[in-house]
C-alpha cells in the first residue's frame, strides 16, 4: 500500500480467506493490509467485511509509552490487529500496556459488551493507525461462545446465536417459526430453547433429539415446495437450505411478495465463485441486512424484518 492512508478512509477487515471477496465489493482504491482494506470516504454498507474501523487515523509517535499514552487518551478498550506485520513485538508491548477486549466467552442471551472497543496497528515503527470506534463490539469481530456441546446436532447453531446477538433481536416465547431445509435441526434447536413454535421443514428428518423438543412440529417435504401462507402467519422465516443463491433469491421474493412473514433470516450459501450481483440484489432489498458473521463460511446471512 501507499506509505499513508488517505486523510479521509474507512478500513474493512475481511473474513479469514475472503480479502478478496471484500476487495471487489469495496471496488477501485482499495489499499491492504493483511486483511484490513483501507478504502477512501466514509464506511459504506458491506457484506464481506467482520468487523469495520469506523474513524481510522494516522497517530506518529517515538515511543512505546507515547504510543500507549495516545492510545488510552483516544479510547477506553483497544484490540491489536498485527497479521500483516513482520515483525510483531514493538506492537505487541504497546497492546500488553493498554485494556484491552473481554475475554471471557459469551453465554447466550447475554448481551454484547457495551463499552467501546476500538482496533489498531502499526504502519510503521513510528506511525499509528488507530481507530476507536468500530462497527463490532468484539475483537476482529469475532465473538467467542460458551458452547453447548450436547444438545445441537451441529454448529450450525453458532450462526444464529451470532446473529441474534448481533441484532439484539430474536423470537419470543409463542411467535411462530418456520425453518426451511431444517435437517439434522441446529436452528430449530436454538428457536425451541427460546420457547418459540417450530415447523420445521425438510426432505430429512430432524435428529431424534430436536424432533422431541416442546413446540416443535416437523414436516417431511423440500423448503421449495412450501407454498407462503400453507403454513399460516409466520413470525420469522429461517433458511440455511443448501442451495444456489438464486433459487434462495426466488424463494426470499416470493414470500416477500406474499408477505407471509414478519421476519426473514436466510444463509445466502455460494458455490464456485462468489457472485457479486447476487450479493447486491440481497443488498438492494428494502429493509434488509447481508453480512458475514464469523460462524459464516463462504456464504453470507441476510436478514429482512417488516418492522423499521
Given amino acids: 500500500m501507499d506509505e499513508k492512508p488517505p486523510d479521509i478512509c474507512t478500513a474493512y477487515l475481511a473474513p479469514d480467506g475472503f ?5 471487489q465489493e469495496l471496488g477501485c482504491g482499495v489499499h491492504t493490509l493483511g486483511r484490513l482494506a483501507l478504502c ?3 464506511p459504506r454498507p458491506v457484506a464481506w467485511a467482520q468487523n469495520v474501523w469506523l474513524n481510522p487515523r494516522c497517530i506518529p509517535f517515538s515511543s512505546i509509552s507515547e504510543a500507549v499514552r ?3 487518551a483516544l479510547g477506553p478498550r483497544w484490540t491489536l490487529y498485527d497479521e500483516h506485520l ?3 513485538g514493538r506492537a505487541r508491548l504497546i497492546q500488553e500496556r493498554v485494556p484491552g477486549p473481554a475475554l471471557k466467552p459469551l453465554v447466550f442471551g447475554a448481551p454484547p459488551p457495551n463499552a467501546a472497543l476500538g482496533s489498531w496497528t502499526l504502519l510503521d515503527e513510528t506511525t499509528l493507525l488507530a481507530s476507536p470506534a468500530c462497527s463490532s463490539p468484539f475483537a476482529h469481530g469475532r465473538p467467542v461462545f460458551s458452547e453447548d456441546k450436547t444438545g445441537p446436532p451441529n454448529r450450525a447453531y453458532l450462526k444464529l446465536w451470532e446473529l441474534f446477538t448481533v441484532l439484539q433481536a430474536r423470537p419470543g416465547p409463542g411467535q411462530v417459526c418456520l425453518d426451511l431445509g ?3 435441526g441446529g436452528w430449530t434447536w436454538v428457536l425451541a430453547r427460546l420457547g418459540a413454535r ?3 421443514v425438510d426432505k430429512a428428518p430432524l435428529a431424534p433429539g430436536v424432533a422431541r423438543l416442546p413446540g416443535v412440529e416437523q414436516r417431511l417435504g423440500s423448503a ?3 407454498r407462503p401462507g400453507e403454513a399460516g402467519p409466520v413470525d420469522w422465516l429461517f433458511c440455511d437450505v443448501i442451495c444456489y443463491p438464486e433459487r434462495l433469491l426466488a424463494l426470499a421474493r416470493r414470500w416477500l411478495d406474499a408477505g407471509a412473514a414478519a421476519n426473514m433470516v436466510c444463509t445466502v450459501k455460494f458455490q ?5 450481483e447476487i450479493v447486491r440484489a440481497f443488498q438492494a432489498i428494502a429493509g434488509s441486512r447481508l453480512l458475514h458473521l464469523h460462524h459464516n463460511k463462504h456464504e453470507l446471512t441476510w436478514f429482512w424484518s417488516a418492522s423499521p
Fill in 86 to 88: 513482520k515483525r510483531r
Fill in 182 to 184: 431444517a435437517s439434522p
Fill in 70 to 72: 495516545l492510545l488510552k
Fill in 19 to 23: 480479502l478478496p471477496e471484500l476487495v
Fill in 224 to 226: 421449495f415446495g412450501l
Fill in 40 to 42: 477512501p470516504g466514509p
Fill in 198 to 200: 417450530v415447523i420445521s
Fill in 272 to 276: 464456485g465463485r462468489t457472485d457479486l
